[in-house]
């Protein structure tokens, strides 16, 4: 026995990779970017970029190998349009990468900061360049979302997670068109008191398929007197049935240490929102927003995530949560 606890992510050596000094015009921060491997290999991040108003639009940025490189395009990729949606009045935030081989195109669920709080709206795009809007499909207070790739028993399934304070869960909902949602479902809980991942939860990167299910990088933050630590867990969910939670971390995974990551605009945060799978089907790139300020890189393997989930399912024992 030794004290040394399992570790999952592997930090890149050049982190952060991406920060406000990479960018070809003035902005204050670039972080929480979607992430999706273009046909022909290139790593495309669409990175929620903070303007030195505080409101976010998003940039595409492309490299060949992931890590370094980056193209970025010359001006923002996609702004926020609030006189055709006046839910983006205050910005658009977090966009979660979707591609659906059904509809041959890259769906993006992200946040509208409207006037009465964060939403979620959709928008797809084939490349990047252009993108057409389906506007804010679920009402404040909700965020964290990103769609399944493809439909369950005819319907196409979105998680995301509404506030009903003082808590909020990971919630899951059905629409036959995209548009209209409905059969919501809690997949799972905030846990409550001294956890980890007491109070807020949310969806991090969009799932990953497995064959034992939709594996799942949450987040969790924990309150403290001294400000939130934003932590991330794993869990499993079933692939027909995703609302059902087949285990669950008791452990966070990967924490706030690096300082880029304890400190900046909002520190001790590490929040993904992308990641893209190597060609060996195992290693997965996770692109993160470390301190709401830079994005950084971690790998991991989705056979070891996996392993460390049998050792530490908690789900069942811990039902009172
Ligand atoms: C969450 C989201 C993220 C942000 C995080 C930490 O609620 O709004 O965009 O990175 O807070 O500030």
């Given amino acids: 026995m030794n004290n040394q606890h399992a570790q999952l992510f592997h930090r890149n050596k050049l982190n952060p990779i991406l920060t406000a000094d990479n960018w070809p015009y003035p902005i204050n921060s ?29 940039c595409a940025a492309r490299s060949a190998n992931g890590i370094d490189g980056w193209l970025i395009d010359p001006q923002p990729t996609l702004l926020p349009d609030p006189v055709n949606h006046p839910e983006e009045l205050w910005g658009i ?15 993006v669920a992200y946040t509208a900061y409207t006037r009465d709080g964060p939403g979620v709206s959709l928008a797809m795009t084939e490349d990047f360049h252009n993108f057409e809007r389906y506007g804010i499909i679920m009402s404040p207070e909700d965020k964290d979302a990103a769609l399944l790739p493809y439909r369950i028993d005819g319907n196409w399934a979105l998680i995301h997670r509404p506030v009903s304070a003082p808590r909020a869960h990971m919630w899951i909902s059905y629409s036959p068109d995209l548009i209209h949602w409905g059969s919501h479902k809690i997949m799972m809980d905030a ?11 949310g969806l991090s990167p969009p799932p990953i398929e497995t064959p034992q ?8 933050l924990r309150q403290t007197c001294g400000g939130c630590i934003y932590r991330l867990g794993l869990a499993l969910f079933d692939l027909n049935k995703p ?3 087949l285990k669950r971390g008791s452990e966070w995974i990967f924490a706030p240490e690096e300082l880029y ?3 900046g605009d909002v520190g001790n ?4 929102c992308g990641y893209t799978i190597s060609p060996d089907g195992d290693t997965v790139n996770v692109y993160y927003g470390a301190a709401d300020t830079s994005i950084a890189l971690a790998t991991c393997s989705i056979k070891e995530m996996l392993q460390w989930l ?5 789900y069942i024992k811990e039902k009172v949560i």
Avoid: M
Wanted: negative net charge; hydrophobic residues 40%; aromatic residues 12%.
């Fill in 30 to 58: 670039v972080f929480n970017a979607g992430a999706t491997l273009l046909p022909d290999g290139t790593t495309l991040l669409l990175c929620r970029v903070e303007d030195r108003r505080g409101l976010s639009h998003f």
């Fill in 93 to 107: 935030e977090d966009p979660r990468i979707t591609f659906v081989k059904e509809l041959k195109k890259y769906v």
């Fill in 191 to 201: 846990r409550k008191g001294a956890w980890w991942d007491a109070n807020k939860i």
């Fill in 213 to 220: 299910g939709w594996l799942i990088i949450y987040h969790g």
């Fill in 243 to 245: 609302e059902l939670c």
């Fill in 261 to 263: 990551e304890q400190h």
């Fill in 269 to 272: 945060v590490v929040f993904p």
């Fill in 310 to 314: 049998e050792q530490h399912d908690s």
